[in-house]
Nanobody, 127 residues
Framework: QVQVVESGGGAVQTGESLTLSCTTS????????LGWFRRAPGKEREAISCMTLSSGRTYYIDSVKGRFTISRDNAKNTLYLQMTALEPQDTAMYYC????????????????????WGSGTQVTVSS
């Protein structure tokens, strides 16, 4: 049984940084896609950054490129999202998700393709 647990959210000021953590359990092998998603109030859920576990390939949406970094510590079964230069428009509930994915040269970042979800961690950025 796959479990996903996020942590690290909080309230910060514009320009500050936060690092989110996502601990996974129950993953068997490396054929998985891992991703960070967010839902702001009144908006649709959107993908932020995803990683193909077997190859380490990553994907970022344009609005976070250069500010956010996705990484994985395999020894700790933990996925990270380092967020810098945070802006009020980054305010949202952030979710980590995982799903089986065997295409090592591709990155899956469609939230509808993700099977296992955490309960989310809130990030609030004030100006």
């Amino acid at each position: 049984q796959v479990q996903v647990v996020e942590s690290g959210g909080g309230a910060v000021q514009t320009g500050e940084s936060l690092t989110l953590s996502c601990t996974t359990s129950g993953l068997l092998g490396d054929d998985y896609a891992l991703g960070w998603f967010r839902r702001a109030p009144g908006k649709e859920r959107e993908a932020i950054s995803c990683m193909t576990l077997s190859s380490g390939r990553t994907y970022y949406i344009d609005s976070v490129k250069g500010r956010f970094t996705i990484s994985r510590d395999n020894a700790k079964n933990t996925l990270y999202l380092q967020m810098t230069a945070l802006e009020p428009q980054d305010t949202a509930m952030y979710y980590c998700a995982a799903s089986e994915w065997s295409y090592s040269m591709l990155v899956q970042c469609n939230p509808q393709e993700y099977k296992y979800w955490g309960s989310g961690t809130q990030v609030t950025v004030s100006s």
